[in-house]
Antibody, heavy 117, light 107 residues
């Protein structure tokens, strides 16, 4: 069955870099796109970016040049890296699979990251 | 970026009541609209895609409609398990954007 699982740190220091891995199973990264979405505590959802099945990427300009998404298809993993973390980057970070209809049909359980000063 | 405005921000419904949630896009999105339900501590779950298509496994009391800039989600007969926060999302242009959410509670 389709599964996505995020792994990453619980705590990141102010101005440091966040690295999260999304490990997928039940589908191929060369067939489906994987997106990243985050959710600050008690707030709504924010689309961050995507890894295309062909290997390209797209980013929300709100993150300027801080965000990088990459993948290792041999390990079925997609990576999110974001630098210069601030306290308002404290959020739960989700990876999700894009369906064929401009929506996200399977989500990971998310990883809660706190940025600490 | 396309702005998605959801209303109401919260509502309370009785068991069996029909509920509607609205989503207004700042420009036409050509039915590239999805609805999600999120329960506390859980990931969002896809309910509706393409504005009106029901995702596999989702109860038929959920339905979506709309076109252009105006879309709605209807729950025909509120059930206790329908409590949660509902989000709309446009997939017409990048960056994809979400509505602010509607918190639905059982009265």
């Amino acid at each position: 069955q389709v599964q996505l699982k995020e792994t990453g740190p619980d705590l990141v220091q102010l101005t440091q870099t966040l690295s999260i891995t999304c490990t997928v199973s039940g589908f191929s990264l060369t067939t489906y796109n994987v997106h990243w979405v985050r959710q600050p505590p008690g707030k709504g959802l924010e689309w961050m970016g995507a890894m295309w099945n062909g290997g390209g990427t797209d980013y929300n300009s709100a993150f300027k040049s801080r965000l990088s998404i990459s993948r290792d298809t041999s390990k079925s993993q997609v990576f999110l890296k974001m630098n210069s973390l601030q306290t308002d980057d404290t959020a739960k970070y989700f990876c999700a699979r894009r369906s064929g209809y401009y929506s996200l049909d399977y989500w990971g359980q998310g990883v809660m990251v706190t940025v600490s000063s | 970026d396309i702005q998605m405005t959801q209303s109401p921000a919260s509502l309370s419904a009785s068991l069996g009541e029909t509920v509607s949630i609205e989503c207004l896009a700042s420009e036409g999105i050509s039915n590239s609209l999805a609805w999600y339900q999120q329960k506390p501590g859980k990931s969002p779950q896809l309910l509706i895609y393409g504005a009106s298509s029901l995702q596999d496994g989702v109860p038929s009391r959920f339905s979506g409609s709309g076109s252009g800039t105006q879309y709605s989600l209807k729950i025909s007969g509120m059930q206790p398990e329908d409590e949660g926060v509902y989000y709309c999302q446009q997939g017409y242009k990048y960056p994809w954007t979400f509505g602010g959410g509607t918190k639905l509670e059982l009265k």
